[in-house]
């Protein structure tokens, strides 16, 4: 079932969706109106796997973080695609992505109208972000998490953000190698520069979305959701805090000439912004993320992604598609009517998922409700 799209729409969102051997899904063709999408059904059904799906339209490996021979439905030759049609203010956009027979092995491919394309042309397009039941340990969990989620946000904004990111890895893990066979200083001179240019460059890019959901959440009352407050730890960004982003990378690059042998002996790069932590608190309680409940985790979390969302709309002027998985499963009913109240107010094509209908109640018009059943999916 298509809605049709109503005049005024700003946010954009897809029309359609198409799997092909994803997952539990040998074939699904599912049409998509503006506003709420709601997938209820038992445990096991597919409704976390039609979000995954959802997920990879966008750069990296989806929100499991899977690699692509993994999502292939079993007992299939190993191909599988996702495609959607977007519907934004430029109009109708034919959008995919997924692994031919041929491709297995290699990295998925990407295709925009027909044409091959890149991972970034997708973020170009759309803005996909997302909160899954793993995420709940990310203020617990060990600072890698932090800084992927922290690059996710950032993606958002900034769509060569990614290619940064992988242009600092690379540099890194040459110098890595460099550093194991003894190479001569003019090589490592070399690379080493370059590590220090990208790596300033995303450390200076997660600042400012930092700086920015900070300036957002001092507005935000907190009614709802506890206010997150965020600061980023790292030599690094101290640095960057008190200094011109080229005296940083001048700086960087002398501490990774004079950490060489450190560096040899410890088998890796131990100066640089992989070196970071994202630091969460609860404002109102002044008390570290990691410490706080349970429950209050859980409530933070939410009122950053939320937050997050808000923020994408404001700087890129386009509303982010968002995919929220169990994510009232554990919400009282106060905290429910005003996460559907925010999303409403945002107006973005918002996906959530959960096994009782009852949760749901309060999610406002428009709104399209779907049963997920062993790979099927029907209105309810």
């Given at each position: 079932?298509?809605?049709?799209?109503?005049?005024?729409?700003?946010?954009?969102?897809?029309?359609?969706?198409?799997?092909?051997?994803?997952?539990?899904?040998?074939?699904?063709?599912?049409?998509?109106?503006p506003g709420?999408?709601?997938?209820?059904?038992?445990?096991?059904?597919?409704?976390?796997?039609?979000?995954?799906?959802?997920?990879?339209?966008?750069?990296?490996?989806?929100?499991?973080?899977?690699?692509?021979?993994?999502?292939?439905?079993?007992?299939?030759?190993?191909?599988?695609?996702?495609?959607?049609?977007?519907?934004?203010?430029?109009?109708?956009?034919?959008?995919?992505?997924?692994?031919?027979?041929?491709?297995?092995?290699?990295?998925?491919?990407?295709?925009?109208?027909?044409?091959?394309?890149?991972?970034?042309?997708?973020?170009?397009?759309?803005?996909?972000?997302?909160?899954?039941?793993?995420?709940?340990?990310?203020?617990?969990?060990?600072?890698?998490?932090?800084?992927?989620?922290?690059?996710?946000?950032?993606?958002?904004?900034?769509?060569?953000?990614?290619?940064?990111?992988?242009?600092?890895?690379?540099?890194?893990?040459?110098?890595?190698?460099?550093?194991?066979?003894?190479?001569?200083?003019?090589?490592?001179?070399?690379?080493?520069?370059?590590?220090?240019?990208?790596?300033?460059?995303?450390?200076?890019?997660?600042?400012?979305?930092?700086?920015?959901?900070?300036?957002?959440?001092?507005?935000?009352?907190?009614?709802?959701?506890?206010?997150?407050?965020?600061?980023?730890?790292?030599?690094?960004?101290?640095?960057?805090?008190?200094?011109?982003?080229?005296?940083?990378?001048?700086?960087?690059?002398?501490?990774?000439?004079?950490?060489?042998?450190?560096?040899?002996?410890?088998?890796?790069?131990?100066?640089?912004?992989?070196?970071?932590?994202?630091?969460?608190?609860?404002?109102?309680?002044?008390?570290?993320?990691?410490?706080?409940?349970?429950?209050e985790q859980?409530?933070?979390?939410?009122?950053?992604?939320?937050?997050?969302?808000?923020?994408?709309?404001a700087l890129?002027?386009?509303?982010?598609?968002?995919?929220?998985?169990?994510?009232?499963?554990?919400?009282?009913?106060?905290?429910?009517?005003?996460?559907?109240?925010?999303?409403?107010?945002?107006?973005?094509?918002?996906?959530?998922?959960?096994?009782?209908?009852?949760?749901?109640?309060?999610?406002?018009?428009?709104?399209?409700?779907?049963?997920?059943?062993?790979?099927?999916?029907?209105?309810?």
């Open positions: 079932m298509t809605e049709t799209v109503r005049p005024g729409t700003a946010a954009p969102f897809l029309s359609t969706l198409r799997l092909t051997d994803f997952r539990n899904y040998g074939r699904l063709v599912l049409g998509l109106g709420a999408v709601v997938l209820v059904g038992d445990n096991g059904a597919g409704k976390t796997n039609l979000l995954e799906a959802v997920s990879f339209l966008s750069p990296g490996r989806g929100f499991r973080r899977a690699a692509n021979e993994a999502v292939a439905r079993r007992g299939s030759s190993g191909a599988w695609a996702v495609a959607a049609t977007l519907e934004g203010a430029d109009g109708e956009t034919a959008i995919g992505t997924g692994l031919v027979e041929g491709d297995l092995g290699r990295a998925r491919r990407v295709r925009v109208d027909g044409q091959d394309a890149t991972a970034e042309t997708l973020s170009r397009l759309l803005s996909v972000l997302w909160l899954t039941p793993a995420m709940d340990g990310l203020f617990t969990g060990p600072p890698g998490d932090r800084r992927r989620f922290l690059d996710r946000l950032v993606l958002a904004v900034d769509a060569g953000h990614a290619a940064r990111v992988a242009a600092y890895e690379r540099a890194m893990t040459e110098r890595n190698r460099l550093l194991e066979q003894g190479a001569e200083a003019r090589w490592l001179d070399a690379v080493e520069t370059q590590l220090a240019e990208t790596g300033v460059a995303v450390a200076a890019a997660r600042r400012e979305v930092v700086g920015c959901l900070e300036r957002l959440a001092a507005a935000a009352d907190g009614a709802d959701f506890p206010v997150a407050v965020l600061a980023l730890a790292g030599e690094i960004d101290d640095d960057l805090a008190a200094r011109p982003a080229t005296a940083v990378e001048d700086g960087l690059r002398a501490a990774l000439r004079a950490g060489r042998a450190r560096d040899r002996a410890a088998g890796r790069t131990l100066d640089g912004p992989h070196r970071s932590d994202l630091l969460v608190s609860h404002r109102e309680k002044a008390m570290p993320a990691a410490l706080s409940s349970t429950g859980k409530a933070l979390l939410i009122g950053l992604v939320l937050a997050h969302a808000e923020l994408v709309a890129t002027g386009r509303t982010p598609l968002l995919l929220l998985d169990e994510v009232a499963a554990h919400l009282d009913a106060r905290r429910r009517g005003g996460l559907f109240a925010r999303l409403s107010r945002l107006g973005a094509q918002v996906f959530m998922t959960g096994t009782d209908a009852t949760l749901f109640e309060l999610v406002g018009e428009p709104a399209q409700r779907f049963t997920v059943a062993a790979g099927t999916v029907v209105p309810a």
